[in-house]
């Protein structure tokens, strides 16, 4: 009787460390409720009691709790509050106490820099031994998701709901005074909605784009007309400074092609659409997070106190609140960095997650690419045609975060797909990437964050991606059809994967895997750009939105 009691009891403290750990929750809603009741100016204080916390799981029932409430706001309030918000609502970040970083290293083989560089706080709490510590973890995680009912998961179309809404009614507030390239941006909009119809152009597939006409048109009108002046100050290393490999390599990419680029780029500010914000949230994050400080104060502050000073040295910032202001961010950090008054700008992340702040049709879903190489970012693409595709689905990497631990446990043993933990290190990471030239789907699981090289990798090795990963927007979603060459699982339908892959036709996956293999240019870096190449893609959608969201005086 005793043991059968220490054990209900024992399995009783778990299920709810579990709960608390992954629905975010019960926190989130007690909370809100409490925070609607009035109080909602003390999680902007800086003596807030999230501060001191010491210890590791109420680090994260904290983190828990924070991210649930700004999903609440994001919810409860009209849409304008989110995006006019320069005020206190959104400070509670300065409180927030760094999750664990989830470095989603795809492969068995971390990249060397990234290794040497991350801390062992940096690299997770220690939930990367959940399938293993014990086998009943995964389904208890696996009822935590799902009971994450009370918080809304996206689907893809609601997504694409969110972003017609944020463009057709802009919530940002009309310039303090007008200026010339605001008639610029109201032309470019006229331009776009009323775009001739185009079936088929001679290299874009219509089925894999939104609306192909508009992007087309609104395309040629950047190319003609965009003008994007660089913030001169900020110092190196954090700004004007760039890593290119390593899994945070698009911010680095997007910087060094924006600084060198001629045709885009202005010394004028005032004949600038557009003002980029020049900095890399990795280097910031690596010159002075301090180690086993679990704090980013500093880092939020050093952003703070930037665009304040650009704010009161140029009349641009305050012209617009910033809402004509970008930056382009892959760290996982980078949306907590970009909090405060920097809400109001685009921010091009790479860590897209609506539960976040990530604002659909005002920020922007930049991909995660892992690039091994800076000489040759584009080494190794392509892949098997689909009759030498073997394996059903493919995935492996690091038990980061709770997906994939239930990942493992439904289907690891599966003899129709290969799904692993980290496979072992092979040079050149051959083994994977091999894996996904010659699988029909990839599965891009989230890690501890929503976004993962995954996803570009699935479009490199030709493989279609099968995303895993609720309330992740996928990059480019602004112009892309992502329905119509990747597949989007639920978190909680783990335990459907297979039979989902299997009841799609062979017809129907010939013609995603075709599709997979058009949207590639969209992904590739090129070091001299060439057209809708990624860096034009990029840029294409912040111009994009800033098109969408402009207000007349
Ligand atoms: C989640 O909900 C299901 C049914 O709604 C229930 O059976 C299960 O025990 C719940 N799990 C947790 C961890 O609360
Ligand atoms: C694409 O946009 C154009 C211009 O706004 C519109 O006329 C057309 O109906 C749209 N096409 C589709 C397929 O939505
Ligand atoms: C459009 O282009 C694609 C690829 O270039 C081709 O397969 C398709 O048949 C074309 N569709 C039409 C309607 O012309
Ligand atoms: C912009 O507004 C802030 C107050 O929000 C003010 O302190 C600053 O001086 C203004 N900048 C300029 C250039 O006027």
């Not at 965009?226 to 698009?250: C, D, M, N, R, T």
């Not at 049709?361 to 689909?386: C, F, H």
Request: charged content about 20%.
């Amino acid at each position: 009787m005793e043991t059968r009691r220490l054990i209900w009891l024992l399995g009783t403290i778990f299920a709810v460390i579990m709960v608390v750990q992954y629905s975010e929750i019960p926190y989130g809603s007690v909370l809100s409720s409490i925070l609607s009741a009035g109080k909602a100016s003390f999680a902007g204080e800086s003596n807030s009691p999230a501060k001191n916390l010491p210890s590791n799981s109420d680090r994260v029932g904290n983190t828990t709790l924070l991210n649930g409430l700004n999903l609440t706001y994001k919810y409860a309030l009209p849409p304008t509050i989110s995006s006019v918000s320069t005020a206190s609502p959104h400070n509670w970040d300065h409180n927030l106490i760094p999750p664990a970083m989830s470095v989603d290293l795809n492969i068995y083989s971390v990249h060397k820099d990234e290794t040497d560089m991350l801390t062992k706080d940096e690299k997770g709490p220690g939930q990367s031994n959940l399938a293993t510590s014990n086998s009943n973890s995964s389904l208890t995680a696996l009822s935590a998701v799902s009971n994450k009912s009370e918080m809304p998961v996206l689907s893809i179309a609601q997504m694409k709901g969110l972003l017609l809404q944020s463009h057709s009614s802009p919530c940002s507030l009309p310039p303090q005074w007008s200026s010339r390239v605001d008639q610029e941006l109201l032309y470019a909009k006229s331009e776009i909605e009323n775009a001739p119809i185009r079936k088929n152009d001679t290299r874009l597939y219509a089925p894999l784009y939104q609306n192909v006409s508009m992007f087309i048109r609104s395309y040629e009108i950047m190319n003609k007309r965009l003008k994007v002046y660089i913030y001169k100050e900020g110092e190196k290393p954090i700004f004007h400074q760039s890593i290119l490999e390593g899994i945070y390599a698009s911010e680095g990419w997007f910087l060094k092609l924006l600084e060198a680029n001629k045709q885009f780029v202005t010394e004028d500010p005032r004949e600038a659409h557009l003002f980029y914000l020049p900095f890399s949230s990795r280097l910031l994050q690596l010159t002075l997070y301090v180690r086993n400080s679990h704090g980013r104060d500093n880092l939020i502050q050093y952003m703070k106190n930037y665009v304040d000073m650009l704010a009161v040295k140029y009349p641009f910032w305050n012209r617009t609140g910033g809402a004509d202001h970008f930056l382009a961010a892959c760290h996982d950090w980078a949306p907590a960095e970009t909090r405060g008054r920097m809400l109001n700008s685009i921010r091009a992340l790479c860590h897209a997650d609506i539960r976040i702040g990530f604002d659909i049709g005002k920020d922007v879903s930049i991909p995660t690419t892992y690039v091994r190489s800076a000489q040759n970012p584009l080494k190794d693409i392509g892949g098997e045609p689909p009759s030498q595709r073997s394996i059903l689905a493919f995935f492996a990497g690091n038990m980061h975060g709770y997906v994939r631990p239930i990942l493992l446990k439904y289907w690891g043993k599966d003899p129709d797909m290969k799904i692993f933990g980290k496979m072992p290190h092979v040079k050149g990471n051959k083994n994977y990437i091999q894996h996904m030239k010659r699988s029909k789907y990839c599965i891009c699981a989230r890690g501890y964050a929503v976004h993962s090289p995954r996803v570009v990798e699935s479009l490199y090795y030709e493989c279609v991606p099968v995303i895993i990963s609720d309330n992740y927007v996928p990059p480019f979603f602004e112009v892309l059809n992502w329905e119509s060459f990747a597949v989007f699982i639920l978190e909680k339908d783990i335990p459907n994967l297979k039979k989902t892959l299997l009841s799609i036709s062979e017809d129907k996956y010939l013609e995603m895997h075709k599709r997979v293999k058009m949207v590639q240019e969209h992904f590739l870096w090129h070091t001299e750009p060439v057209k809708y190449d990624m860096f034009h893609m990029i840029l294409h959608s912040v111009w994009y939105n800033r098109v969408f969201r402009i207000k007349s005086t």
